[in-house]
């Protein structure tokens, strides 16, 4: 038995989940939610991008085809309808379970303008209204939206819960309250923010109103956070060895991808991966969503395809959709 994690928060990894249909294509999972059944919606950049499985892999449902340019993120809501953000369609939009449209949220298809060249978020000079590349969303106890926004923007966007544009805040940099790539963001019981700003290496907790009150630093360009029933707070962490834009390095002798683990109070509990061996069960290779379910066993996603363009090592034989098991306290 392989057990990570640490004895309090101890996870073990399940081999051969999901079942994989043999017309289903699995290039990478960006994206993975659950809904109040436990069943697990994964956003895959593939011929199907949406795909549902019970919590023991069995495949239930897939669609989706022809409707996103570019698959990112994904929150499913205290309905259980979707909300799917489409990076390069510059667009968020709320789905039903079965792939109905409900509602688009905000401005789509066209990018606001930032100045950024290409995917440069280095040329971007001040940030601007919804949406250029947005990356992420949660929703807040009251049902309200907010969005990171993402590769081509640096900003987080507030919409109420019927869809009404609210504010925004944000620029380009790394003073406080700055992004470089806002690409994830969880939110916990006092509806408080957690912004994965990723280039900057940083998490930047936040207000609604986004009022700066707290930053965390241990952490290697986080791309998602998830804050759990329990006060656990679940930081995936991209590292520098892989993803990396085409101006960068890889740098072997740093971390890289790795899950983290913190109470509230920003304190280090436990953490594993870090990219040795990223093929292997307890590793990994990319890492770029989580989320628990119910009973507090963890799924992740990694962007193993896309990850591997500028990297230390190919990621061969490393998985892009995973779960683990929690293990009893």
Known sequence: MTIVGSAACSFEPVPDWPQIPGDVEMLEAVGVAVDS?????????????????????EYLAGWGEGLFVRPHGIWIDKDDSLLLVDDMGHNVRRFSGDGDLLQTIGPSGEPSPTNIDGMDFRTISHGAPPYNMPTNIVADSDGDLFITDGYGNARVHHFSAAGEYVTSWGEPG????????????????????????????????????????????????????????????????????????????????????RMSVFNTDGKLLTRWGGGDDPASPTDFYSLHDVQLDSVGNLYTAEVSASASLNATQPSTGCPTLRKFVRRAK
């Not at 059944?37 to 892999?57: E, H, I, M, Q, W």
């Not at 994965?196 to 986080?222: C, F, K, Y």
């Open 37 to 57: 059944r436990d069943r697990v919606y994964v956003f895959n950049r593939s011929n199907r991008p949406v795909l549902v499985f019970s919590a023991d892999g």
């Open 174 to 257: 790394d003073g406080p309250g700055q992004f470089n790539v806002p690409h994830g963001l969880g939110i916990d019981a006092e509806d408080r923010l957690y912004v994965a700003d990723r280039e900057n290496s940083r998490v930047q907790i936040m207000t609604r109103e986004g009022e700066l009150l707290e930053t965390w630093t241990d952490v290697v360009r986080p791309c998602e956070v998830y804050v759990a029933a329990d006060g656990l707070v679940f930081v995936a962490e991209l590292g520098r060895r892989s993803g990396l834009f085409g101006w960068e390095q890889p740098d072997a002798s740093s971390p890289g991808s």
